[in-house]
């Protein structure tokens, strides 16, 4: 009977330490899902696009890596689960990111489109009045460059619109430079003009 027991003890012992050792083993199958999902999410634009659930899911998985360094295997594999359904979110949010990108990206090229509108006007007028062959032929080329990357980022829209609302910006800057110019050519014509209206003083004679 004591034997019985002994062998008995001697097994639950047994049991209990391949239980320890099962739940002691890295969990490697989870990291590894937890990476594939990061690269997916990483992979369709979510940096860009839900950068937000991205940032918060490489929390998660920092946690998970700092748990299996210190080999608490336990907690490291509940955090790398965690961190592949964050992971999972950030890829799932990434279309939606891109909708309100695209509806940022074409405003702003709509308001791009009016601001040069402008600007052409104010340059026809002015242009006339530049003498410098320099600035005239600057003014072409940014011309050039204004329509070509308006055309460019219009074509980004769809596919990229982060890479859009950062050509507006571009162009924007293209705007600016000459709305600055043609305000100061401008200021100078008229201060010339207002030069040459003014009358000039009459001698006296001398009686």
Known sequence: MTHFRHSVSLMIILALTLVFIGCAKPPEAEKSA???????????????????????AKKIWDAAEAQMKEKKYKEAKQD????KT?????AGAVEGGKKVA??????????????????????????????????????AADTKAFTKGLKATKDKIANDPASAKENVGELK?????????FKKLAATHLKHKATK?????????KK
């Open 102 to 139: 695209a509806a940022e990206a074409n405003a702003a090229v709509a308001s791009l489109e009016e601001d040069w509108k402008n600007l052409k006007t104010s340059a026809k007028n002015l242009t006339k009045k530049m003498k410098d062959k320099k600035t005239k032929d600057a003014w």
């Open 173 to 181: 800057s293209i705007i600016e430079k000459w709305d600055t110019a």
């Open 34 to 56: 937890a990476k594939a999902s990061m690269d997916t999410a990483v992979s369709s634009g979510a940096d860009k696009y839900a950068a937000g659930d991205l940032d918060a």
């Open 86 to 90: 964050a992971f999972d979110k950030a």
């Open 80 to 83: 790398y689960l965690a961190a």
């Open 197 to 205: 209206k003014k009358p000039k003083p009459t001698k006296k004679r």
